[in-house]
């Protein structure tokens, strides 16, 4: 060993001691443990009770002091709080540890840090700059200050410098600081106003080449845009603004998929009353739209009578109605006009033909073929006079096509399909262009040309696996189950209608796309059912039931499972899931991390999220399975 250096066996062994070593290391190059240093290095490891923020907290000050200094006015902090720390209060050792750092701040600092509290999770530095500048901190400070906090640990970078975070217990911190400055109400409109111009620019670009890129920028932001609803809709003067928000987003929850977060939002916007708010014809038409799409969302999840109700509950505003009062909060069971008492609303056609679309989506899952292609005609009519003003109205071409398929004529789906397809090449418009890939893959494999047929339905997975969203990967992947069965990979078939009925459990859908559909899917079952004895064919199924969505369409690829992220969760999500695995509730982990209880929440959903899960339960097992990885 060097002279001086720390002795193997010593304390240095110890996760808190090493974290702090390694910190210090980071602060003052050439730093290292010594037989010296390590007993005080010990003693303030243990005065922070090896909280690793506090640790962390503690070693940047080693820029401007010694170790024994920081020790001794760590010790001076604690004498502080007295005899209420004796029984070894974490919460308050981590408090005094972040308001030393506080302290220790410039004005200009602990203003930022206060402000960025306004952030649920991570942010980009032009929203620092849009909601955080003004008063205080110009846009040409922001920049240097936000460094500062960095240098500091207040502020953590991701993602190679485009993302910044504040760990949850110093969001909190400087949350409690902002109430005191009195900008909470401020910062919260203007953190909704910089999400909300957003949203509104994924929504302009959304026919367009720029699609995908903004669509994938919005799930980025997802926590951010949850914020801005939450603030608009239960704050009475922004209700208006919170409501043309959620029809604002609708595209890009139905594009990815994401129908438990729409239902949710669409619901709350739905409920919450709207008397003497804003622009009465504005808000009745926001309204009305919201309505639509949380009857789209019904759709999607296969509940057709709740669908048929929420589009009965639309009504396009007059001139003439609009402030006869339309505040009272709607539910599944208020009444309206339908969609034959449309035709004199010449103040939003195309909603009336976006409603029409969607009653023809409920004639296709309740097997009223002959209705669903009179619907589908007469809103695809209705959008050719009218233009396609958005991916659901492109949507018709597909869904029409998909309904002549099923009603055995191949070749106008064909035809349809392909002019859809051929379109999205020409505009760069992805979403709905991937379903028309689908939508002709499946016209182009029951006339018997596999090839091109899967052809088609790999490029429209390319694309669905890009935006993550969850509908399209798994129609996509139930029209690919029975190529394996004509190349006579039969296991490989039964594993991925395995996969396929996992994901739609998961989707929530409860009657697929109708009992046509649901036939010809069963046609891959019945072939394999005569191909492999039952208990293999059980085992197959039971095996890609497990599988992860990435690993079910590495399956229909031909191509090995994909080599798991060595570490998909962050280090608190780590954390969370191993006291999950220890049977701790919510409240208890919130605890025994010295966070609040929403912020463990937050970090179950992200969870779940990230590894495909949907229980504690199997998380527990996941925690069980990487340990013995």
């Not at 193997?8 to 037989?35: H, I, Q, Y």
Request: aromatic share 6%; proline share 4%.
């Amino acid at each position: 060993d060097a002279p001086g250096a720390a002795p193997a066996a010593a304390p240095a062994a110890d996760d808190a001691v090493a974290l702090f070593a390694d910190r210090a290391e980071a602060m003052v190059p050439g730093f290292t443990l010594t037989k010296d240093n390590l007993p005080v290095v010990a003693r303030l490891c243990a005065q922070l009770d090896g909280i690793p923020l506090a640790i962390e907290l503690a070693a940047v000050r080693m820029r401007t002091m010694s170790v024994e200094q920081l020790a001794e006015r760590m010790d001076d902090r604690f004498r502080l709080l007295g005899t209420a720390r004796a029984g070894g209060d974490r919460h308050r050792t981590l408090r005094a540890a972040i308001e030393w750092s506080h302290e220790l701040c410039t004005n200009e600092e602990r203003l930022l840090w206060a402000r960025l509290s306004v952030f649920p999770g991570d942010f980009d530095l032009t929203a620092a700059e849009r909601v955080c500048g003004g008063e205080g901190l110009p846009g040409v400070e922001l920049f240097e200050v936000l460094g500062r906090l960095v240098e500091k640990s207040v502020v953590q970078v991701e993602r190679d410098g485009r993302r910044y975070r504040m760990l949850d217990t110093l969001r909190e911190y400087g949350a409690e600081r902002l109430a005191e400055l009195g900008e909470g109400p401020r910062l919260r409109r203007s953190h909704r106003d910089h999400y909300l111009d957003l949203a509104e620019r994924a929504r302009e670009a959304a026919l367009g080449a720029e699609q995908l890129g903004w669509l994938t920028r919005l799930s980025e932001e997802n926590p951010n845009l949850r914020v801005a609803l939450e603030y608009s809709l239960t704050t009475p003067e922004e209700v208006a603004t919170g409501l043309h928000l959620t029809v604002v987003l609708q595209h890009y929850w139905i594009c990815l998929g994401m129908f438990g977060e729409a239902r949710r939002w669409h619901d709350r916007a739905l409920a919450v009353p709207t008397d003497g708010i804003g622009d009465a014809a504005r808000v009745a038409l926001d309204r009305a739209w919201i309505a639509y799409g949380a009857g789209m969302v019904a759709v999607q999840q296969g509940e057709t009578d709740r669908a048929r109700r929420l589009f009965s509950m639309v009504k396009v505003p007059s001139s003439a109605d609009a402030g006869a009062g339309t505040g009272a909060g709607m539910g599944p069971d208020a009444g309206g006009r339908g969609a034959e008492g449309w035709a004199a609303d010449a103040s939003a056609p195309d909603l009336v033909a976006h409603v029409v679309h969607g009653e023809g989506l409920i004639a296709l899952f309740e097997g009223k073929l002959d209705e669903a292609r009179a619907r589908m005609e007469q809103a695809r009519a209705a959008f050719d006079r009218l233009g396609y003003g958005d991916p659901l109205a492109l949507l018709t071409g597909p869904h029409l096509s998909t309904v002549l398929l099923l009603q055995r004529k191949e070749r106008q789906a064909l035809a349809l399909a392909d002019a859809a397809a051929r379109d999205g090449e020409a505009t760069g418009e992805r979403w709905c262009h991937s379903f028309a890939l689908y939508a002709r893959g499946a016209a182009l494999w029951w006339l018997g040309e596999h090839r091109a047929a899967t052809d088609d339905l790999l490029a429209c997975l390319r694309i669905k696996e890009r935006l993550g969203d969850q509908l399209g990967i798994t129609l996509a992947l139930d029209l690919l189950t029975p190529a394996p069965v004509v190349h006579g990979e039969y296991e490989q078939a039964a594993m991925l209608l395995g996969a396929t009925e996992a994901m739609w459990r998961r989707l929530g859908a409860t009657r697929l796309y109708g009992p046509d559909y649901k036939r010809r899917r069963a046609t891959s079952e019945h072939a394999l059912r005569k191909r492999l004895p039952p208990e293999r064919f059980q085992a197959a199924k039971e095996r890609g039931a497990r599988l992860s969505v990435a690993e079910a369409i590495a399956l229909a690829r031909g191509e090995p499972a994909p080599r798991p992220e060595r570490q998909p969760l962050t280090g608190r999500e780590r954390e969370v899931a191993v006291l999950i695995a220890r049977g701790l509730s919510n409240r208890e982990i919130a605890d025994r991390l010295a966070v609040a209880r929403r912020t463990v929440d937050t970090a179950v959903e992200h969870i779940l999220a990230k590894l495909g899960l949907t229980s504690r339960a199997q998380i527990a097992a996941w925690v069980r399975r990487a340990r013995r990885g």
